[in-house]
């Protein structure tokens, strides 16, 4: 039997690095909203890896180490060349007492985050993260977040990683963010291999597609996609729902409604299309999607199993203006 489209490796750019085109998002495993203790997350990535899912995201900011701890200890006894790692630099986790929800992350252990987008900083940071893990390398390492400190990450944290990439220690280096603009000059201005968007190329919100997608195909980098479902609202499009972190306004909800109809006349769910979207870009390599449990995983395969109908990719692609 053939595998599911969503355990095929594709190439991130040219960095030489494969992934999974679905990949696990680890910071709900880290905590993120409400408290997950450990069996719980060892569940999910069990479900996650029997699904056939090899490539996962992780972060020093996820849950304050707590998300590279417990996918490190996970993966400690699997075949080491069957899996490819994502971690990140620019916070540095130092002793300290963190407010319950600190950043949005329950159980953090006794350590706070301090922005470091220096040269040292990243050394530090990724030397921490592979204690933490347990692990040997990570195939790709990450800038998190320099919304407000490009100089600092485009002067230290940017020449650190080439220089480990040129040594050999990491493989594929480039920058993990939530924006276009930025990502647009590390793409434009810098050597990076790829790149972690999140929430910027989904049925809601395309803009990556405009200047960021192209430079990437013409450039060889490769784009790994998050958020696709935009905080929850391209789940269920109810009353009350989350749009990029904050409650959706009447418009954007009107939008998520008339996307989620289409889909359903189409007998699709509104989060399989969601899922399936991005990978329909030739500079897209996988989506990332996180969970916290065995039940979202089964969740997520599900979507990811579902036939989606190319005249439903063509009413979805219909102007946004149009709805």
């Not at 969503?6 to 750019?13: K, M, N, P, V, Y």
């Not at 910071?27 to 899912?53: N, T």
């Not at 130092?94 to 992350?105: I, K, L, S, T």
Request: aromatic share 8%; with cysteine; proline share 6%.
């Amino acid at each position: 039997m053939a595998e599911p489209w969503f355990a095929e490796r594709a190439s991130l750019g040219r960095s030489g690095v494969t992934v999974t085109r679905l990949g696990l998002g680890t910071s709900p495993l880290g905590g993120l909203s409400s408290p997950v203790d450990a069996d719980e997350a060892r569940a999910a990535l069990e479900a996650a890896w029997d699904a056939g899912i090899r490539f996962f995201d992780t972060a020093p900011h996820y849950g304050a180490g707590q998300a590279e701890r417990r996918l490190g200890a996970f993966l400690s006894d699997r075949p080491r060349a069957d899996f490819a790692v994502c971690t990140k630099v620019g916070r540095l986790l130092v002793p300290g007492d963190a407010p319950p929800g600190d950043w949005g992350f329950y159980g953090d252990p006794g350590l706070v985050r301090v922005n470091d987008y220096s040269a040292e900083g990243v050394y530090r940071s990724l030397a921490d993260s592979l204690e933490r893990s347990g692990l040997d390398a990570f195939e790709v390492v990450l800038i998190h977040d320099p919304d407000h400190h490009w100089e600092e990450a485009v002067t230290g944290a940017y020449p650190a990683l080439e220089r480990l990439r040129a040594e050999g220690a990491v493989r594929a280096i480039g920058a993990g963010m939530n924006q276009v603009e930025m990502l647009t000059r590390f793409v434009a201005e810098t050597d990076i291999d790829c790149l972690l968007l999140a929430g910027r190329y989904s049925l809601l919100d395309r803009s990556a597609a405009d200047e960021l997608l192209p430079l990437c195909a013409s450039r060889g980098v490769g784009v790994l996609v998050g958020g696709v479902f935009n905080s929850g609202i391209l789940v269920n499009p109810a009353a009350g729902a989350n749009y990029n972190y904050a409650p959706a306004s009447d418009d954007v909800l009107r939008r998520a409604r008339t996307l989620a109809a289409r889909c359903a006349a189409h007998g699709v769910p509104l989060s399989a299309a969601a899922m399936r979207f991005p990978l329909r870009h030739p500079a897209v390599a996988g989506v990332v999607i996180g969970a916290r449990s065995t039940r979202q995983i089964t969740a997520n395969v599900a979507d990811a199993r579902m036939p989606i109908p190319e005249e439903l990719w063509a009413e979805l692609d219909l102007p946004m203006d149009a709805m």
